[in-house]
């Protein structure tokens, strides 16, 4: 039954695990995706806030925002400035300046 229904929802939609669509976390790109409805509607949110945040695979958007600063490396793919700097959980981010650079 599942997965007649998944097929059925979502007819173009390729992923590896179709369970993590529409679970409330928003997963990477291949499941934020206009064939897979933006992640069974899970990354609405996260792309409006976001909108120029590409994170590919494998990356957790979810993360964004989540209160956690996942970005101590300026080359995690949350530290930029289209991802608002880990969606403003680096309050240590000061005009695109790490303080641990100082």
């Known amino acids: 039954g599942d997965c007649i229904e998944f097929n059925r929802r979502y007819p173009l939609c ?54 956690k600063c996942n970005s101590l490396k300026q080359t995690a793919p949350f530290f930029s400035q289209e991802c608002a700097w880990d969606g403003g959980d680096c309050p240590f981010i000061i005009e695109g300046q790490s303080m641990l650079d100082k």
Request: proline share 7%.
């Open 14 to 67: 390729k992923v590896d695990i179709p369970s993590q669509i529409g679970d409330g976390k928003c997963n990477d790109k291949a499941y934020n995706s206009e064939e897979c409805e933006f992640d069974g509607d899970d990354c609405i949110e996260f792309n409006e806030k976001y909108p120029n945040c590409n994170l590919e695979y494998p990356s957790q958007p979810y993360s964004i925002g989540d209160g």
